[in-house]
């Protein structure tokens, strides 16, 4: 099932900061972040695992609460090369193979 | 440049005809993953392989199949093409399964169906 991403669309001016939500029903293992520009391939950020575990990089801060199924991602201090579409994606719990399930995106546009 | 190379970049084709997406994975990386994109939408999970088996599959049409072959590139094969399988189709790779290593995708192979 796909998880539920908000807001839908988001504009900030340079500096301000940002957060986007995503929400799953299942039992989740794991929530990885990506951004992606328009036309372009996603770009990895983030990846929460189950346990507390995270990997990614350094200026991008994410949490994710088990209990809820909710993970979040922290933009801060946005500078205009964080436009684009924020997709997260999801693996349950269940089963070994563990792929992804993307949310619909959040659009995120920085202004000067 | 994530590493993972997909071609052809563009195919335009037409109703009813056959086309074969080739995608070759970050060095060292034995899943690949298949993705679907269609305009303005989100990424729609097709179907993993693991080191030449498939793993997992998603909302993978019949029309459509894939393969991953002994030198760990894949070949995502449509068929009887329709309007609507216009889109986007992007190629991941990550060292293993089971969702807890990152995945890098491919410039991606934009289809056109006319």
């Known amino acids: 099932?796909?998880?539920?991403?908000?807001?839908?669309?988001?504009?900030?001016?340079?500096?301000?900061?940002?957060?986007?939500?995503?929400?799953?029903?299942?039992?989740?293992?794991?929530?990885?972040?990506y951004r992606q520009k328009h036309g372009e391939a996603p770009v990895f950020l983030m990846i929460l695992l189950k346990g507390g575990e995270q990997k990614g990089h350094e200026k991008i801060s994410a949490s994710f609460n088990e209990k809820k199924q909710q993970s979040s991602l922290y933009l801060t201090a946005s500078?205009?090369?964080?436009?684009?579409?924020?997709?997260?994606?999801?693996?349950?719990?269940?089963?070994?193979a563990r792929q992804l399930t993307f949310g619909s995106g959040t659009q995120l546009t920085v202004l000067p | 440049d994530s590493g993972v190379t997909q071609t052809p970049k563009h195919l335009i084709t037409a109703t009813g005809q056959r086309v074969t997406l080739r995608c070759s994975p970050r060095s060292g990386d034995l899943s690949v993953y298949w993705y679907q994109q269609s305009l303005d939408q989100g990424l729609q999970f097709l179907i993993q392989y693991y080191n030449g088996e498939e793993r997992a599959k998603g909302n993978i049409?019949?029309?459509?199949?894939?393969?991953?072959?002994?030198?760990?590139?894949?070949?995502?094969?449509?068929s009887s093409l329709e309007l609507g399988d216009s889109a986007l189709y992007f190629c991941a790779s990550s060292g293993t399964s089971g969702g807890i290593n990152e995945q890098f995708f491919g410039p991606g192979t934009r289809l056109t169906v006319l």
């Open chain 1, 79 to 96: 500078q205009l090369s964080y436009s684009g579409t924020y997709f997260c994606g999801t693996a349950i719990s269940s089963g070994s």
């Open chain 1, 1 to 33: 099932q796909q998880p539920v991403q908000s807001p839908q669309a988001v504009i900030l001016r340079e500096g301000e900061d940002a957060v986007i939500n995503c929400s799953s029903s299942k039992a989740l293992y794991s929530v990885h972040w």
């Open chain 2, 61 to 78: 049409l019949e029309r459509f199949s894939a393969q991953q072959f002994p030198d760990l590139h894949s070949e995502l094969n449509l």
